[in-house]
């Protein structure tokens, strides 16, 4: 049987995002990494390139993402803030809660309430 290979989860924060700026640095996202509303506006005022590897996933909605040169636009935003498409905020935050448990490995019942606060704070 062959090994399966887990990567972990990396989230992006502001304070990275300044150090990256500090030392003149770009910033590259692993296909699983996430980089927080925060940190993507702080990256776009400060003019900090954020890659993503592998061509990941959709980013939140106005992540300055750049993709590597393959030829191809980025595509459109598809995270919490982008519910077109069906996308209902019900379904956005059971799609975020079951992430936040598959990373902890257990299930909190204060999860639903700091997805909530989250959600208040970006008038969601």
Known sequence: M???EFTRRRFVTRAMVEDAHRAGQSLTLGPRDVITDEAGT????LGVRVVREGGGPGRPSGMPVSRPATGSAPT????????????SATA?????RAAVV????????????AIDRVFARRGL
């Open 42 to 45: 702080r990256a776009r005022d």
């Open 92 to 96: 956005v935050k059971a799609a975020i």
């Open 2 to 4: 062959a090994a399966t």
């Open 76 to 87: 459109g935003g598809t995270g919490v803030g982008a519910t077109s498409g069906g996308a």
């Open 102 to 113: 598959a990373e902890l490995g257990t299930d909190d019942p204060r999860i639903d309430a």
